[in-house]
């Protein structure tokens, strides 16, 4: 199954622009990444948590959607 947790985001580093890769997971749990160009710790905040419930809401209508496959195959 599908999860939208561990789909990739780049982030852009505020000191020397550099595109880091990081999880949805990581910007709702708001971790702090180390910057692969300059080493420089990057605090993810999800304000107002969107991230978070953007992931909800999407794996409830992929859940919704295989009910809804599941039952039109019936």
Do not use: W
Not at 23 to 36: F, N, P, Q, R
Not at 46 to 54: G, H, V
Not at 64 to 69: Q, V
Request: glycine residues 2%.
């Amino acid at each position: 199954m599908f999860n939208i947790e561990k789909s990739v985001v780049e982030i852009t580093c505020p000191k020397c622009n550099y595109q880091n890769k990081t999880s949805l997971e990581d910007v709702a749990k708001e971790k702090t990444i180390v910057c692969g160009g300059c080493r420089e710790e990057i605090k993810l905040t999800d304000s107002e948590k969107s991230t978070k419930k953007a992931i909800k809401n999407i794996n409830s209508s992929i859940e919704n959607l295989n009910k809804t496959i599941k039952d039109f195959s019936k």
